[in-house]
């Protein structure tokens, strides 16, 4: 069963940048996997950030469009998410997830729909200070 580990986060201050990584193993990508970023802030409930396919087809949430971007190594097996101009308000524990049901979620437009993912990281914590 694929498992994912995130790694990166960390203290910045606000207009720095960061990137995440999220390590999937256990795992052979096939078409219609997706990987995707989320994040919870305190007090807040768990939102979407980010999302890639096997093919590479992206789409993020709201808050993060333009400021954002997620990539994947050529194996598939890796994803980032480069974050700059970051603000306070993206302070959160940052969450990495799996879909390898295979769903094609981003096709179907739920690519930022957490209950579908079944294979969840334990978090990074990034802190943007004013």
């Known amino acids: 069963r694929v498992q994912v580990v995130e790694s990166g986060g960390g203290s910045v201050q606000s207009g720095g940048s960061l990137r995440l990584s999220c390590s999937a193993s256990?795992?052979?990508?096939?078409?219609?996997?997706?990987l995707a970023w989320f994040r919870q802030a305190p007090g807040k409930e768990r939102e979407g950030v980010a999302a890639?396919?096997?093919?590479?087809?992206?789409v993020y949430g709201a808050g993060v469009r333009g400021r954002f971007s997620i990539s994947q190594d050529n194996s598939k097996t890796t994803v980032y998410l480069q974050m700059n101009n970051l603000k306070p308000e993206d302070t959160a524990v940052y969450y990495c997830?799996?879909?390898?049901?295979?769903?094609?979620?981003?096709?179907?437009?739920?690519?930022?729909?957490?209950?579908?993912?079944?294979?969840w990281g334990q978090g990074t914590e990034v802190t943007v200070s004013s």
């Open positions: 890639i396919d096997y093919d590479g087809k992206t």
């Open positions: 997830a799996a879909d390898t049901a295979p769903r094609y979620l981003l096709l179907h437009g739920r690519g930022l729909a957490q209950e579908v993912y079944h294979a």
């Open positions: 256990k795992y052979t990508p096939t078409s219609g996997d997706t």
